[in-house]
């Protein structure tokens, strides 16, 4: 694996941005949450992750796959938000007012509109919401939490796995919270005209008025979603989007000790993404990020681009935390044609792989002459074996 800059980039760096090839060491932000991630929605820079591949139980968080589910069913056709589903005596006793748990208050053998059953299950985290979508949709909740996992991979998500379509605990439904953040990213990204239901202040059904149970709406720092969750295993968590000053983020949290922990921490997490990075573009489109190393070339090396400009989120402080790299296995044998792929620039910040921009070759380069290729393999056999 090589590393090599080319002046340009370390020209750019002269002007106030440090570029270092030493590991970075130390995040820029410190939470009580045992696991976070965050991103901002436009690019998907990843801007704070802390353990954020572990495996936790979704919790209630695991309704935003199942509102995946039925925008995607919105979205082809299969069903329409007039279409009803009818209220079981297993989803009444297992979501509804029996059960003491999240509820709509949806009354047994009561047809309901899928669209208040959206605004049940994206308001009031409703159980007995999510358990009559899944039986409607796909006649049981086993059967529905199958699609939920295979959807899950079709959009890419590669672990998240889901036993039911509430989050209720059962064994065997896990996910983590970079796949919460991207779930939530699509669903933004995907199904704009349904994602507002997630920012909704109340619903009332059943002459039952209920407020969002996300806290970050009531605090006026233009968040608009999307869901929170517990469990004793995980503790308090929390899926949120934050749109500031042409800014969006969206940050997904677990491990909180408390529903007031929950709601400060997220709070502080999503304002420190909105208010500490700047965007900035470090190489205009066509312009040349650095070089690798050709083996048996008529050049020693090939230059290297992006297919576009290329932007950082710049730390509007602690600039010299931010560390990048060319990295690439190579050398790269000749020949070499121009846009083929090669390598990558990725930039942390912190110790947070922050972004990673592929990089491909500027140029052609033909295969070298005999002395060419065999001063290129003499140089191998010395000095190979280091990398």
């Excluded at 591949?53 to 069913?73: C, H, R, W």
């Excluded at 407020?211 to 720092?221: C, K, V, Y």
């Amino acid at each position: 694996m090589q590393f090599r800059l080319l002046q340009p980039f370390a020209g750019f760096f002269l002007l106030g941005l440090l570029l270092t090839l030493s590991p970075a060491q130390a995040q820029l932000f410190e939470t009580k949450a045992a696991q976070a991630f965050m991103i901002d929605a436009d690019t998907g820079t990843v801007l704070f992750s802390k353990d954020a591949d572990k495996p936790i139980p979704p919790a209630s968080m695991a309704k935003l796959m199942t509102m995946e589910v039925v925008f995607n069913a919105l979205r082809s056709g299969r069903l329409k938000l007039d279409d009803t589903f009818v209220v079981s005596e297993n989803a009444w006793r297992k979501g509804g007012a029996p059960s003491g748990t999240s509820t709509m208050f949806a009354k047994l053998k009561s047809a309901i509109r899928i669209e208040d059953l959206i605004q049940g299950v994206t308001v009031q985290a409703a159980n007995d919401g999510c358990i009559v979508i899944a039986e409607g949709m796909a006649g049981s909740e086993d059967n529905f939490a199958a699609e939920m996992t295979e959807r899950a991979r079709q959009i890419g998500l590669k672990t998240s796995t889901f036993v039911n379509s509430t989050g209720l605990p059962a064994d065997g439904q896990e996910t983590s919270v970079r796949e919460l953040a991207q779930l939530a990213l699509h669903l933004w990204r995907v199904y704009p005209d349904f994602y507002r239901y997630y920012g909704l202040k109340d619903f009332t059904w059943n002459k039952i008025s209920q407020r969002n149970r996300n806290p970050l709406l009531a605090m006026d720092i233009g968040a608009d979603g999307l869901a929170v969750g517990a469990s004793e295993t995980s503790g308090f968590g929390i899926v949120a989007s934050v749109s500031h000053g042409g800014t969006r983020v969206i940050a997904a949290m677990s491990g909180l000790a408390s529903d007031k922990e929950r709601a400060e921490e997220a709070r502080k997490l999503l304002d420190w993404g909105v208010r500490s990075f700047a965007r900035t573009e470090i190489f205009a489109k066509d312009e040349v990020v650095g070089e690798a190393q050709v083996f048996g070339g008529a050049k020693s090396g090939v230059t290297l681009k992006a297919k576009g400009p290329i932007d950082i989120f710049l730390p509007i402080t602690n600039r010299d935390k931010l560390t990048a790299r060319i990295i690439y296995f190579g050398p790269v044998a000749a020949p070499v044609e121009e846009g083929q792929p090669v390598g990558a620039l990725r930039v942390w910040i912190g110790d947070t792989l922050s972004q990673e921009t592929p990089l491909f070759a500027a140029e052609s380069i033909g295969v070298g002459t005999l002395p060419q290729r065999a001063l290129d393999a003499v140089k191998e056999l010395a000095v190979g074996w280091l990398r």
